[in-house]
């Protein structure tokens, strides 16, 4: 079975360019996370959705990061324009249970591989 | 935002040790715990989950101390392919939102 699939799985940009990193979920899986990772802050979760339907995205730095999600087989988060303070690794996850709060969860996320983004 | 905190280590342990991580958290509401495991350059993968007060697979044991709001893992006999970073994981569930709140990771080295 395929897994989370993201891309591009590296990114080298000079400050100012406009990435774009894309995730396919696993089929079926109905949340959909994104995480910044770096050595600094760990792993933050940026924003996620359920049923395709942004739920939480106090974790979005500023207005210069955007997510979307157009269907449930695709997600893309943007930078525009990018700074070298973005370079981290960004993982997309998806999870099979609804995540609303009062509803147990297995806390099972499956991770994309991730993209690692360097921003000159 | 609720927070966990974890030792950074590293932890150099030879093999067939037993070692252990703490991890604290802030958020008194939380039923459940999750630890990951994540090698180095790749993604996060779910290693165990603590509902009550343990659980304990294999090698490998966790257990939840709601009084001092602490989760541990305890790795026996510890194999070279042990070696990782451990993420301590806990939820947060407030203002609508439900999310998933990371630490950030005890490094484990399993040296010959």
């Known amino acids: 079975d395929a897994g989370v699939i993201q891309s591009p799985r590296h990114e080298v940009t000079e400050m100012g360019q406009e990435v774009t990193l894309r995730c396919k979920p696993i089929?079926?899986?109905?949340?959909l996370f994104w995480y910044r990772q770096t050595m600094m802050r760990g792993l933050e979760l940026l924003i996620y959705f359920n049923n395709n339907v942004p739920i939480d995205d106090s974790g979005m730095p500023e207005d210069r990061f955007s997510a979307k999600m157009p269907n449930a087989s695709f997600s893309t988060l943007k930078i525009q324009p990018s700074e070298p303070r973005d370079s981290a690794v960004y993982f997309c996850?998806?999870?099979?249970?609804?995540?609303?709060?009062?509803?147990?969860?297995?806390?099972?996320?499956?991770f994309g591989e991730g993209s690692r983004l360097t921003v000159l | 935002r609720k927070e966990v905190e974890q030792d950074p280590g590293p932890f150099n342990v030879p093999e067939g040790a037993t070692v252990a991580f703490n991890c604290t958290y802030s958020n008194s509401a939380s039923q459940s715990f999750f630890w990951y495991r994540q090698d180095c350059r790749k993604e996060p993968k779910l290693l165990m989950s603590?509902?009550?007060s343990g659980n304990e697979d294999g090698r490998f044991t966790a257990q939840l101390n709601r009084a001092s709001q602490y989760i541990s893992l305890l790795i026996r006999d510890s194999k070279l392919s042990d070696s990782a970073t451990y993420l301590c994981v806990s939820p947060y569930s407030g203002a609508g939102s439900y999310q998933l709140t990371f630490g950030k990771g005890t490094k484990l080295s399993v040296i010959p």
């Open positions: 089929s079926g899986h109905n949340s």
């Open positions: 603590v509902y009550s």
């Open positions: 996850a998806s999870s099979p249970t609804l995540l609303t709060s009062g509803i147990v969860s297995t806390g099972e996320l499956f």
